[in-house]
């Protein structure tokens, strides 16, 4: 279908389409077998200027809205939604600094991420803090002209590898969500380290550690925002990040129509080829049908992200739970529909549903999104 | 340092087809790519420049539509682009195309280093590269495999032999033709892109480079292609079955045809 993208975005959308076709899909069965992060694509994707595109121009970046993030992670994610995780993690991580951030910050962070010099994490989620983000128990106590962090992060993504991580920590306890603050934690700080690369089920060429904060101590300056404003722009970051991991699902959806399709033309049986019977052609079409519906929407969802609407947090969250279903859903159809060979480690469809998993999971459950939509409907319908 | 890269449109090795009833390329509805071994040329250009500093300029000679690989090598960052273009030039062999690119050359000025790919995939002479050097009158080396250390006086490189690769130092100004080994080439990137979408290139005709009418296009060809024609099919294999002596019998059988 033709989604009228401008002639910027079809640029994007070739760039990370060749990034995928030549260096993604000929490693990606390696990187997953031996959890190895994609280091050399990840600085192809920088010399593409890849990490440059949701980076505002005058630091350095093209400036690019939602949905030109969503083309390029689509691609992405049609090879490797491991590497695509770790692309679209970067950019989690420095828009709380381009939301909130100081003049200094974004001059001082900006430009390396755009340039893909530097890679970014974003550090949320803790043992006790995960859909619940209230429970976050890192700490950050203002001492002399420096911030002390104090308290373990789970689960995060690039960890490790990154150079820069937004970490968001408790400045006052008795505030409860308005108690929050984000800061910028560079990779060496003292007090800083990171956990050992957690063993997944999928997107095993990301990397997923701990952050461990031990009287880390910060200059003063690496607060993102106010104090006590680390909650609304976690807010607004996820809202503006969540059609990126749907893109990751469209990508997912797109590789598994592919293959199977492909596989079904050239596999016989009683004599013909199986793509000729309607039991597969039934879950192929089905297959097709929702992946085609979900484009449309996260499409939809972030064009009115980019017009910077008050109301984005019901379509974010929308378009995130049609699309990462969609992919869980149409990879088990196309393991189910390769059969035997579907299952096997030498096809690529296997990878992609122990992958499709996480999109379900990760920057918040879909149930947390359906809360979110749900929420947001009970708000409308008092107003009528 | 001053790179010119010498670029070659040419029909995609993976789409060629024969004309069944005229033997020759059937060129309609064939994706047109920039010859392989010329992208990896560009790119060491690219990343020597990265270096060194100076410029990449790319030169192709062929029809106005071989401006599209001079925007591809845009978008993976050389600098400027030059076309020789006219219709003086069809039907030149290797000889007359590279007098043609010796006179662009001199007229582009200004160089020490020329790329070539080691040969085109579509005429697969690899003779255009050392021809070049040999009209301009500088050195040559070709089936560059690494560059170990450059400098705007002189390379230090191996060069792909069939058992190992020999070191060469040369000074500069030199031309070099390039295996794929060499480097791999970059994806296009959005700036550059972007930069080759506004691009406008140079176009040389046969009187901006002062060529002699009697050097260039077919007149300046000594070749002459005279039948273009796919090899004749091999004959057919049959694999015998049966006892050894079922198999003898079966292929005494196959031979007395011959007799």
Known sequence: MDYFLSEEQHMIVEIAQQ??????????????????????????????????????????????GCLDIVLALEQLGRGCIGIGTAFAASALGVYPIIIA??????KKYLPPVAEGKYFAAFGLTEANAGSDASGIQTTAVLDGDEWVLNGTKQWITNGGEAEIYTVIAITDKSKGARGASIFVVEAGDPGFTCGPKEKKMGIRASSTTELIFKDCR????????????????VMKTLDSSRPGIAALGLGIGQACVDEAAAYAKQRVQFGKPIISFQAIQHILADMAIQLEASRALVYAAAK????HPK?????????????????????????QVMGGYGYMREYPVEKMMRDAKILQIYEGTNQVQ????????NKEYSRK | MNIIVCIKQVPDAKDVRLDPETNTLAREGVQSIMNPYDQHALEEAVSLREQLGGKVTVLTMGPPQAEEILKQAISCGADKGVLVSDRAFAGADTWATSYTLAKAVEKIGDFDLILCG?????????????????????????CIQNIREASESELVMERMMDDGYDVVAVSCPVLLTVVKDLNTPRVPSLKGKMKAKKAEFTVLSAEDIGA?????????????VVDVFPPKPRGGRAILNGSMEEQIEQLVEKLAVYL
């Open chain 1, 370 to 377: 359906r809360n979110v939509i749900g929420q947001e409907l």
């Open chain 2, 212 to 224: 002699d009418a009697a050097c260039i296009g077919l007149a300046g060809s000594p070749t002459q």
């Open chain 1, 218 to 233: 910060i200059p003063q300056d690496r607060l993102v925002g106010r104090k006590g404003t680390g909650f609304i722009t």
């Open chain 1, 311 to 335: 109301d984005m947090s019901k379509v974010s969250s929308m378009c995130k739970v049609m699309a990462t279903d969609m992919a869980m859903k149409v990879s088990v159809d196309a393991v």
């Open chain 1, 101 to 106: 951030g100081s003049e200094e910050l974004k």
């Open chain 2, 118 to 142: 080691k040969q085109a995939i579509d005429g697969d002479t690899a003779q255009v590269g050392p021809g070049l050097a040999i009209r301009l009158d500088i050195p040559f080396v070709t």
């Open chain 1, 304 to 307: 009115h992200i980019d017009a």
């Open chain 1, 19 to 64: 990034l995928t076709d030549e260096r993604i899909i000929p490693n990606r069965a390696e990187l997953d077998e031996k959890d190895e992060f994609p280091r050399e694509i990840l600085k192809s994707m920088a010399q593409a200027d890849l990490f440059g595109v949701p980076i505002p121009e005058e630091y350095g970046g093209f400036g690019g």
